[in-house]
T-cell receptor
């Protein structure tokens, strides 16, 4: 069974641009959540999608948005990039929900650098 | 609210034991533990549910003290492969239906020969 796939692996953008990151969950998994990882800050929750609906959202500005398609694949978009958006963006999938008894399967992430 | 992990970093020699703590100011429903090696995806270790569960995974075990809203991860007879950053993730016992896992800042564990 294929794992969680994130593309692209690396991305370099300049301030003011926008970026779209993609995540393909494990087959059969319906929940996809996104996390931002920066040195010293751990994993910051961005949002979670389940059956194409955003179920939960973290404390990030509206420049961060996402969506989920009918095949459970998810995209995350960041508009008007800022230097502080440089981070590793991790996607995780689970069968039903983000927490409770469900374990998360993480992708290897997209390393975004904003210059 | 982000759980607090301690220590921030620990260095061990092979065969030594370590304890990583995770605490929250909120009532918790569950605590999750993950390990991430440099440049790799975080890997699931275990989940503990409220009720004071204690779980084990080879020589890695964990406990959850519901009264104190604290969890501890125990690594015994550490191996080189244990090196990595350990994250605890907590889910608040809010009674709602939207579940969110909030992770701590991580504990960097280094095991030397």
């Amino acid at each position: 069974k294929a794992g969680v796939t994130q593309t692209p692996r690396y991305l370099i953008k300049t301030r003011g641009q926008q970026v779209t990151l993609s995540c393909s969950p494990i087959s059969g998994h319906r929940s996809v959540s996104w996390y931002q990882q920066t040195p010293g800050q751990g994993l910051q929750f961005l949002f979670e999608y389940f059956s194409e609906t955003q179920r939960n959202k973290g404390n990030f500005p509206g420049r961060f948005s996402g969506r989920q398609f009918s095949n459970s694949r998810s995209e995350m978009n960041v508009s008007t990039l800022e230097l502080g958006d440089s981070a590793l963006y991790l996607c995780a999938s689970s069968l039903l929900s983000t927490a409770r008894r469900e374990k998360l399967f993480f992708g290897s992430g997209t390393q975004l650098s904003v210059l | 609210q982000q759980p607090v992990q301690s220590p921030q970093a620990v260095i061990l020699r092979e065969g030594e034991d370590a304890v990583i703590n995770c605490s929250s100011s909120k009532a918790l429903y569950s605590v999750h533990w993950y390990r991430q090696k440099h440049g790799e995806a975080p890997i699931f270790l275990m989940i503990l549910l409220k009720g004071g569960e204690q779980k084990g995974h080879d020589k890695i075990s964990a406990s959850f003290n519901e009264k104190k809203q604290q969890s501890s991860l125990y690594l015994t007879a550490s191996q080189l492969s244990y090196s990595g950053t350990y994250f605890c993730g907590t889910e608040e016992d809010s009674g709602g239906s939207n579940y969110k896992l909030t992770f701590g800042k991580g504990t960097l564990l280094t095991v030397n020969p």
